[in-house]
């Protein structure tokens, strides 16, 4: 039996998605796809690795499904046509061994968001650790830490888990020397992704602005090119701003850093209205080529406009 509630939603959810047809028919939309890494794995609970085979049927379906394939960096996203940008965030060491071969098989562009502490010291993701651990009810304990004392607790963690230690290797950061390498590459655009890798909206105005300005100087120092786009760690918002991971203060940050754009993680479309601090991204799961197509269809409604 249908409920009132549900009628409701299916009426509210027929109509979105009308005024998205509309919408699209007179201004294209542009779609940012975020990934993290690109691996064999035999297990994700994160989800946040493609296989190799997968993110190979991907960039099939891109580059047959779209004219323009963006960089995040370019004066503007959204173009005459219905346009996709491809960006990774954090730094993992597979963006440059596994998934630039990839892209460059098919000559697309891709902008890789680092976390520049994690690439100068070799920290392991806490992520990563919890999951290898089977620790990920400490998620958000963890996330809530400052980032001396997720670094304190990973160790703890990782004594206590021998084991994990060398699973982590098969997830560990670029190096230095590597990042200076990927970053010559002409299809690669380096962005910031803060420093320690912290929740901004954890910190205050000031702190924002050290990590995302220490993370710009950091690519500037090694690569000799300042980036102009950062993407927020996380990233995260609720459809009525309920739940952020970033705030105004991180808006702000980027403004007055003179970036040119931001990414968030919450799922949209880029139009010329879109707050260019506040870019909508949808998260890229091990989907093969199939599965994937039918995603690309829902990302030019699904979101926020």
Known sequence: MVTCKLLARKLCFGAYQVCAAGINLVCPPA???????????????????VTPKNFTEQLEIIAETFDDVVRFDAVQLHTARPSVCLTFDDG????????????????????????????????????????????????????????????????????????AAEALEECHPLTIAALQEFSRHPLVCLGAHTHTHPRLSNLGAEDQYQEIKKSLDKLE????????????????????????????????????????????????????WTNCYAIPRHLVRDWDGPAFKIQLRTFLTRGYF
């Open 92 to 163: 993992y060491m597979d963006n440059y061994t596994i998934a630039l071969p990839i892209l460059e098989r098919f000559n697309i562009p891709a902008t890789f968001f680092v976390s520049t502490g994690h690439v100068e010291h070799g920290w392991p993701y806490w992520w990563e650790a919890l999951s290898i651990c089977g620790r990920l009810a400490d998620h958000g304990r963890i996330l809530a830490m400052p980032s001396s004392e997720q670094h304190k607790a990973v160790h703890v963690l990782l004594e206590a888990c021998a084991p």
């Open 31 to 49: 779609i940012v796809l975020a990934y993290h890494r690109v691996a064999q794995h035999k297990g994700d609970p994160l989800q946040l690795t």
């Open 221 to 272: 120092s090694w690569t000799s090119v300042r980036p102009t786009v950062a993407a927020y760690p996380f990233g995260a918002r609720s459809p009525f701003g309920r739940f952020c991971d970033y705030n105004k203060d991180s808006i702000k940050a980027c403004r007055r850093l003179g970036l040119k754009r931001a990414a968030a993680n919450f799922p949209g479309q880029v139009r010329p």
